[in-house]
């Protein structure tokens, strides 16, 4: 005679099969709901870190091409969750401008516009633009703006020097690209100023810009910071950064001074 023990009694495999079953689908729907958007989240970020360091790559390769006349350039990169643009300056007319002139009027730039390299994302609503030698990062939810990388503009206080690099990005046509890219670019015409300003004969530099594409938070706080020098040089601003108003720059100097401006065109072949 066979003997049931008491510890089996009521025990069921389908209910355990359901138990094991419940438990799993439960756990996918968490991972779905919790876990997928966290993963695509850092995706995004991880996308946009990439191509901070990818610009500044280029930022370099520019660098390299202006100030050390190299004449050819390229390098290939992954452009990963949003498009690489090509702008000439007359292709994108919400981009900056300068213009510098003297206390007379004369004008030294008159309205320069660069072109740029910009990275739209898809996901993150952000934008990364190479613009003038410059690596600056706005989001769009945001007035505000960043600069991952200076350009290079100096004021020397031995020989009483102010020094403004501007960079037009070219292209024969505009370019755009995703995934996987060669971003080709060649050294097109310089040009150089050199100004002897007398002491206390203010220069007024003018950086205007478009709320649709507003960097001037990023280029206000490099311009307050380079330029001003105590006892050498001063900057005085009118204007404020992130409302859509022209930003005038007057910088007063009690000794003569050298005003240097170097124009560079870079070409972009083909990205």
Request: hydrophobic share 35%; net charge neutral.
């Amino acid at each position: 005679m066979h003997t049931r023990r008491l510890n089996e009694q009521g025990v069921s495999e389908s209910i355990g099969f359901l138990l094991i079953f419940t438990i799993m689908i439960a756990g996918i729907g968490l991972v779905t709901l919790y876990g997928y958007p966290m993963l695509l989240q850092q995706q995004v970020g991880a996308d946009e870190k990439i191509m901070e360091k990818n610009m500044i790559v280029l930022q370099n390769d520019i660098k390299s091409l202006a100030y050390k006349t190299v004449p050819y350039k390229e390098t290939s990169l992954k452009i990963g969750g949003g498009s690489l643009t090509v702008y000439n300056s007359g292709d994108n007319p919400t981009t900056s401008n300068i213009t510098i002139y003297n206390q007379s009027g004369i004008l030294y730039v008159n309205r320069f516009a660069p072109g740029e390299l910009l990275y739209a994302s898809a996901s993150a609503q952000a934008d990364i633009s190479l613009q003038n030698g410059a690596v600056v990062l706005r989001r769009h939810a945001d007035p505000g703006s960043v600069m991952l990388a200076q350009p290079r503009w100096f004021y020397d206080t031995k020989t009483n020097t102010t020094v403004i690099n501007l960079i037009n990005i070219t292209s024969s046509s505009v370019l755009s690209k995703e995934g996987i890219g060669t971003v080709q670019m060649k050294l097109g015409e310089t040009n150089y100023t050199y100004i002897n300003i007398p002491a206390n004969d203010a220069v007024s530099l003018v950086y205007g810009y478009s709320r649709s594409e507003d960097y001037s938070v990023a280029w206000d706080n490099y311009i307050m910071k380079t330029l001003n020098n105590p006892g050498y040089i001063s900057v005085l601003r009118t204007g404020t950064p992130g409302t859509g108003t022209l930003l005038n720059y007057t910088l007063t100097h009690p000794a003569p001074m050298t005003l240097v401006i170097k124009k560079y065109e870079v070409q972009i072949i083909n990205i």
